[in-house]
């Protein structure tokens, strides 16, 4: 082990996240790592969507459990679009970061429309 080195093994990942930090959006680098596996994927989006919103955000959290069938996953959609809707956060400290969010879950909306709108179970 080399001196001053006592965390191990640099990995890739963090090397390239330290590197994107210097240059790029911390907005979209954060937004880019809460859906960070999670792309295309509305459930997974919607049932996190509170990691990632500012304080008194009023969205309430809805469990994977709730968003299993088509009509709820719509439905919560809706709701979550009520709160990251760029039209509704205009002129707000946060609108950059809801546009972002939108711009993620609403791709994923559109990935789960084309997909049929599976069920889960």
């Known amino acids: 082990a080399k001196p001053g080195r006592d965390a191990g093994p640099v990995k890739m990942g963090d090397l390239v996240r330290e590197s994107r930090a210097k240059t790029e959006d911390p907005i979209k680098l954060a937004v880019e790592e809460w859906a960070e596996g999670k792309e295309g994927n509305i459930r997974a989006l919607i049932a996190t969507l509170p990691q990632i919103l500012w304080d008194g955000h009023g969205f309430q959290p809805i469990s994977l459990g709730?968003?299993?069938?088509?009509?709820?996953?719509?439905?919560?959609?809706?709701?979550?679009?009520?709160?990251i809707h760029p039209d509704k956060c205009q002129d707000k400290p946060y609108s950059d970061l809801a546009k972002e969010i939108f711009i993620?879950?609403?791709?994923?909306?559109?990935?789960?429309?084309?997909?049929?709108k599976k069920s889960l179970f």
């Open 104 to 116: 993620k879950v609403s791709q994923a909306y559109e990935e789960f429309q084309e997909s049929g």
């Open 66 to 83: 709730d968003i299993m069938e088509p009509s709820k996953v719509k439905k919560a959609f809706y709701k979550a679009s009520l709160v």
